[in-house]
């Protein structure tokens, strides 16, 4: 997108807030193309996949996804070869986030944006584009999942206070209810508001997020692979690279291949 | 009850040193009272006041803490008889008048050995026995009730820093930080769309700031009142969250002089707004009623938004929260508001005041907050 026009994508639920940066954004930097507001993170996240904007404004308090959780998914759901948006979060008020950003050099926004913050990061985000346009090499992304893996952290919710860890996953199919030993769960998969539950002999739903299980589980044990893939590490027989950057994981006692996304691909390197 | 901090060491030594010093200048005027109305030498007197006084008070004072310590082991602080510290009234008079008798022949006994002399043994003298009775139960009491004053200040003191504790954190959850720069940054984007439209919004703002800032002032206020603050607050809601929020409010006409303490339904509202329609992607309605059931105001809160089963969405990554507690996913953040809720029903109304929280029971879900407080047909705010 070398001599383009530079377009943005700005998630934010507050609908004045929305209006409010997009003519601000006019004022200050006009070439730039509001291509879509996003009204809550899914879809902020599926405009920003359709439309591939150079910049994208990610409210971090969204309805659906947080700003950062819509843009993990954004980075792993990226094609291929495609320069990746540079992201700028705003916030109203959240010092722990702000410290974050801060200490990664992402760029923010705090709200109610002051003119002249919001001259110096469209300045910068300028700067940053025709650098990006001169460079043959899109760094872009590179450079986002290493912001990202330090802001989501290698496994986030074991950050907080420890929670008592699962020894048993109770799934109920009717009346029944299957009592699921830990230690024979190969992976957890989120699927839409369920999560799915799979051995080597069968799968079993649970209603649970994967935000939920996370630190219920021993993370030296199961590893985060993808927002929505946990899996037993000593579960994993191979791990290929291939040239996007995904790793695709072969299981014992399971047939089916699993996708580690980009930002979690650094955890398979020989040692 | 916040009162009975243990005492450090140093504290219990100086409490023990002050009775003894105090024991030593009652025998003293004992042994003064004696020699001016007796026939004996103030020496004899004074000795055998020292030995005795010193004897029933050691004697007491260690019984005292000893069956204190015994009978208390395992009771709820709230249970014990005359307070921590303290047996109760049969053990106190027990220990008085076993302390008493032995006190007086152990330290009588002590003197005659010394002296040579022979003291009349307790019940053959009527006058020292009541002397020393009188003495040793006189000098309990003022001992128990100098305690029971100390307690009585430090159990006021803790209660007033604790009042001032939980006004601070009203004030601070209702002046949300992250709510005001939000409602600033909708009001500056408003005050260039639709001036008009700015100004009412800056109006309800500053009528909702009052009011929080003023809460803590009056006890009480009437429901009117209360209605129109909460309206002041979901209208700032209303022009943040634009149609994804939709408001109604219903007060009868009969109920609006009923007297409720002021921004109670506050935090139910905001956690309506900040964990069930905020977080939902399609937003939803919020409905505030007000209804009489016999001699009870029946308050309800209630939303359509994602319930009370799914989490929170956290503000950020719990990774960039090393403070902030995980909480249980059904609670979040809603505990404080909740707590807070019921802690004041409690203070005010005792037992005649119910507050639960549940999920809304219809198809529309979400969740229904409901208090009951009394509020007799013939009462108003003053």
């Known amino acids: ?271 | 009850m916040l009162a009975h901090q243990p005492r450090t060491p140093a504290e219990s030594l100086r409490n023990f040193a002050f009775r003894g010093l105090m024991t030593q200048a009652m025998c003293l005027a004992i042994a003064l009272l004696l020699t001016y109305f007796g026939t004996r030498a103030l020496l004899h007197n004074l000795a055998y006041s020292l030995a005795i006084g010193t004897s029933c008070w050691l004697l007491i004072d260690g019984g005292i803490h000893l069956v204190a310590r015994f009978i208390n082991r395992g009771r709820a602080p709230q249970r014990r008889g005359l307070g921590p510290g303290w047996p109760g009234l049969a053990g106190l008079v027990a220990i008085v008048a076993v302390g008493s008798f032995a006190g007086y022949s152990l330290g009588s006994s002590l003197v005659d050995l010394v002296t040579g002399f022979h003291s009349p043994r307790l019940f053959q003298s009527s006058t020292s026995g009541i002397v020393t009775l009188l003495a040793a139960v006189g000098g309990t009491y003022f001992f128990y009730s100098r305690e029971r004053l100390h307690e009585e200040q430090a159990a006021a003191d803790a209660a007033r820093a604790l009042a001032l504790e939980n006004q601070l954190r009203l004030l601070q959850s209702q002046l949300e930080p992250h709510m005001l720069f939000n409602t600033l940054a909708n009001l500056r984007v408003l005050i260039s769309l639709d001036a008009e439209r700015a100004q009412a919004m800056l109006d309800r703002l500053i009528a909702f700031l009052r009011a929080t800032l003023n809460a803590s002032r009056v006890s009480l206020h009437p429901l009117s009142a209360e209605f129109e603050r909460l309206a002041d607050y979901l209208a700032l809601m209303e022009v943040r969250m634009g149609p994804r929020l939709r408001v109604s409010f219903e007060l009868p006409a009969d109920l609006r002089a009923c007297a409720v303490p002021p921004l109670l339904l506050q935090p139910l509202v905001e956690n309506a707004i900040k964990h069930g329609l905020e977080p939902k992607v399609e937003g939803g309605r919020i409905a505030v009623s007000a209804r009489r059931v016999g001699d009870d105001l029946q308050l309800a809160v209630r939303d359509t938004g994602i319930g009370l089963g799914t989490a929170p969405v956290p503000l950020s990554p719990p990774s960039a929260h090393p403070a902030a507690p995980a909480g249980p996913p059904l609670d979040g953040g809603t505990r404080y508001g909740t707590a807070h809720v019921r802690a004041r029903l409690e203070a005010m109304f005792g037992q005649r005041a119910t507050f639960t929280l549940q999920a809304a029971g219809d198809a529309e879900g979400g969740t229904l907050a409901l208090i009951v407080l009394p509020c007799p047909a013939d009462t108003a705010a003053p």
């Not at chain 1, 530079?6 to 070439?31: C, H, M, R, Y």
């Not at chain 1, 971090?60 to 947080?66: D, F, K, S, V, W």
């Not at chain 1, 450079?143 to 074991?158: D, F, I, S, V």
């Not at chain 1, 649970?206 to 935000?211: E, V």
């Open chain 1, 1 to 271: 997108m070398t001599l383009a026009t530079p377009t943005a994508l700005i998630a934010e639920d507050e609908p004045l807030l929305a209006l409010g940066l997009q003519a601000e954004l006019n004022k200050l930097w006009p070439e730039l193309k509001i291509a879509a507001l996003a009204g809550d993170g899914h879809g902020a996240v599926a405009q920003a996949l359709a439309l591939r904007p150079s910049v994208c404004f990610f409210d971090i308090r969204m309805p659906g996804l947080t700003g950062l959780e819509a843009a993990q998914a954004l980075a792993e759901d990226w094609p291929d070869g495609r320069d990746f948006p540079l992201l700028v979060f705003v916030t109203a008020y959240d010092q722990y986030a702000l410290q974050a950003f801060e200490a990664q050099a992402v760029d923010y926004l705090v709200k109610p944006v002051e003119p002249a913050r919001l001259a110096a990061c469209t300045e910068r985000l300028k700067k940053r584009l025709s650098a990006a346009a001169n460079a043959a090499a899109p760094e872009g992304l590179d450079r986002t999942l290493e912001q990202l893996r330090a802001l989501l952290g290698a496994n986030p919710a074991a950050a907080a206070t420890p929670q008592p860890k699962l020894d048993v996953i109770q799934a109920s199919a009717g009346n029944l209810v299957h009592m699921v030993p830990i230690d024979e769960v190969l992976y957890f998969e989120a699927a839409d508001k369920y999560l799915r539950v799979v051995t080597t002999e069968r799968e079993h739903l649970i209603r649970l997020s994967l935000r939920e299980l996370l630190p219920q589980v021993d993370p030296q044990k199961f590893w985060q692979v993808h927002r929505s893939l946990v899996v037993r590490a000593s579960a994993i027989t191979t791990a290929l690279r291939d040239e996007s950057g995904k790793v695709i994981l072969t299981l014992r006692g399971r047939p089916e291949k699993l996708t580690a996304s980009r930002l979690y691909a650094h955890l398979f390197k020989g040692m």
